[in-house]
């Protein structure tokens, strides 16, 4: 295996901020009720991976599904 690409980390940090924020904005949207956290995560991901071409490869199950 080789390492990483430089430019590898900085991606990611960007892709998970924007999860982040999206996240935040899904929760927001629900009143700011408490309880949900996991599944605004994972639809998050979802939007943003997909937004960026690219697949979810969690191993997370979300309840319910």
Known sequence: DSPPSP????????LR????????????RRG?????????WVAAEREV?????QSVTSDVKVAGG
């Open 7 to 14: 430019t590898a980390a900085p991606e990611a940090d960007a």
């Open 32 to 40: 700011c009720a408490a309880g949900a956290d996991i599944d605004d």
């Open 49 to 53: 991976l997909a937004a960026h071409g």
């Open 17 to 28: 901020c924007e999860i982040e924020m999206r996240a935040y904005e899904r929760y927001c």
